[in-house]
């Protein structure tokens, strides 16, 4: 599969996140840990940067994985549900006011028909 320059940043980005988030870490802890400006970071887990191969190198090294873990965008990092969270808003953000609203009454429906019928009512 070929993905874009733009693409590749956002997914890149997103699993830094990811990986970043599980273990509790935050943007400035592991920023100082790779020996990167926090607002770089910041820059890169949302996808508006694409990392040079150094770069990937720190990063990872202050997360303690692989490059090829990180790139990998087929494995599961098992996300927070704040991470959860974060994603959804991310996305709901590009999204128009009408298209934001469809989509929520989409994760509605979703979550009614996951919750138990309740007895007596």
Known sequence: MTYS????????GTRIRDYRIERKMSQENLALTSGIHPDFLG?????ERCPSI???YKICMGLKISITQLLDFEADIHPSSEEARHRIDAALS???????VQVAEIVEKIVRMHKPPMDGL
């Open 5 to 12: 320059r733009e693409k590749i940043s956002y997914m890149v």
């Open 43 to 47: 820059r890169l887990e949302r996808g």
């Open 54 to 56: 150094d770069t990937l």
């Open 94 to 100: 590009e999204l128009t006011e009408d298209e934001a």
